[in-house]
Nanobody
Framework: QVQLVESGGGLVQAGGSLRLSCAASGIIFSINAMEWYRQVPGNQRELVASIPSGGSTSDADSVKGRFTISRGNAKNTVYLQMGSLKPEDTAVYYC???????????????WGQGTQVTVSS
């Protein structure tokens, strides 16, 4: 019904930058919030940043001032610009979207497949 495809992960040195992208497609009527999460093996998935369809963005304290979330003009895309990267930012990054489907009531969260970000010291 809905697919989220992420790109932009990779290996970067500490202090460097990466930009993650995520595009949603499918029978989408509208998307409310879009979010980026990250997960390290053995840990719970944590919310990194979120952006509603309108209004202010929200960032985790650990990334404030270093990461910026934004949405594309088409509103079905979301980006995460990551700067001043640290080794502790190493994780699999997932995008998520709260989607209203055509002809279906309610909102459902969909997830991307994840993209690995590795920051070397």
């Amino acid at each position: 019904q809905v697919q989220l495809v992420e790109s932009g992960g990779g290996l970067v040195q500490a202090g460097g930058s990466l930009r993650l992208s995520c595009a949603a497609s499918g029978i989408i009527f509208s998307i409310n919030a879009m979010e980026w999460y990250r997960q390290v093996p053995g840990n719970q998935r944590e919310l990194v940043a979120s952006i509603p369809s309108g209004g202010s963005t929200s960032d985790a304290d650990s990334v404030k001032g270093r990461f910026t979330i934004s949405r594309g003009n088409a509103k079905n895309t979301v980006y995460l610009q990551m700067g001043s990267l640290k080794p502790e930012d190493t994780a699999v990054y997932y995008c998520a979207a709260d989607v209203v489907l055509y002809g279906r009531p309610g909102v459902k969260k969909y997830w991307g497949q994840g993209t690995q970000v590795t920051v070397s010291s």
